[in-house]
C-alpha cells in the first residue's frame, strides 16, 4: 500500500470544537475533517470525494493558550450587526507541527502537487491566520498489519479508541483523550459519523493491546508498517 508523508507546521492552530459558542475551544490536534478540507484546498476541491485513509504523528508537544479577540464586523456573530465588538475567548493550540500520512484515491494528484509546493487556495490550520505550508516528506509502501486480538502494538499515530482494548503506559508518557470528533464532511455544513481519538501529549508513542475488528463501534482503521522509514507502524483511519 503506497503511503504519502508530508509535514505540517505553524506558529499557530485553531480547531474549534462545535459544541463550543460563547467562547471559541479548540481541538488539541488537526482533526479529520479539517485535514480533509486542507487535502481539498490543494486539490481545488469543495469535498475530499472518494475513498482516503489519513494518519496523523504529532511532532511537537500539545500546548494551548487563551486569549482575548475581538469580533468587530463579524456579522454573522452578532445577527448583522457590524458594529458589534464584544471580546471572545479564544483557544489557540501554539507551534502545531504533524506529520500527516495519506492513501487513497488522491494519492497520485497529492504527490504531484505537494512535492512541487503547489495548491490551488490558501492551506491553513483551522483558521486563515493560521496559514501553514505542506511539505514533502516522502512517498514509500506500506506493509498492512492484521493485529490479533490483544496482540500489542507500538505506533508513532494518535489511534482512534475503539481500535484499542487497553492503553499499555509508557514511563513518563502523557495521555489524553478526543472525544466526539467528525469523521467525514459531506458538504452543506453537514458531516458523518464521529470518532475518539487516544495521543501522547508530547508526541511520543503509543504502546497498546488492539482490540478485535469485529467489535469495533468506530470507523474501520488499517494499521501499516514502513520498512522505509525504520519500520515505524503507523494508523490510518
Given at each position: ?10 506558529s499557530?492552530?485553531q480547531f474549534r ?9 479548540t ?10 478540507g ?24 500539545v ?22 465588538n ?36 490558501h ?5 486563515a ?9 516522502a ?6 498489519l492484521?493485529?490479533?486480538t490483544g496482540?500489542?502494538?507500538e505506533?508513532v ?16 508518557a502523557?495521555y489524553?483523550?478526543v ?24 508526541g ?7 482490540a ?11 494499521f ?5 522509514s ?6 490510518l483511519?
Open positions: 500500500m503506497e503511503v504519502l508523508a508530508f509535514d505540517l507546521r505553524s499557530l492552530g470544537r462545535p459544541d463550543t459558542t460563547v467562547t471559541h475551544a481541538y488539541p490536534f488537526i482533526t479529520r475533517t479539517v485535514l480533509s486542507l487535502l481539498g484546498s490543494i486539490l481545488g476541491l469543495r469535498v475530499l470525494d472518494g475513498e482516503n485513509w489519513l494518519g496523523l504523528q504529532l511532532l511537537s508537544p500546548r494551548t493558550i487563551t486569549q482575548q479577540m475581538s469580533m468587530l464586523g463579524k456579522g454573522w456573530v452578532s445577527g448583522g450587526n457590524l458594529q458589534f464584544r471580546p471572545t475567548a479564544i483557544e489557540l493550540v501554539v507551534n502545531p507541527h504533524y506529520r500527516v500520512y495519506y492513501s487513497g484515491h488522491h494519492l497520485a494528484e497529492l504527490i504531484e502537487f505537494i512535492q512541487a509546493g503547489r495548491a490551488c487556495y492551506t491553513y490550520l483551522g483558521s491566520f493560521c496559514l501553514a505550508f505542506p511539505k514533502s516528506v512517498t514509500m509502501e506500506g506493509e498492512e492484521s493485529p490479533e496482540e500489542a502494538i505506533t499515530t494518535v489511534v482512534p479508541s475503539h481500535a484499542i482494548s487497553r492503553l499499555i503506559p509508557r514511563p513518563g502523557t489524553g483523550r472525544g466526539g470528533m467528525h469523521y467525514q464532511y459531506l458538504g452543506n455544513r453537514e458531516f458523518a459519523g464521529t470518532v475518539n481519538v487516544i495521543y501522547e501529549r508530547r511520543g508513542r503509543l504502546a497498546f493491546e488492539a478485535s475488528p469485529t467489535e469495533w463501534q468506530g470507523p474501520p482503521c488499517r501499516l508498517r514502513l520498512p522505509q525504520g519500520g515505524i507502524v503507523i494508523c483511519w
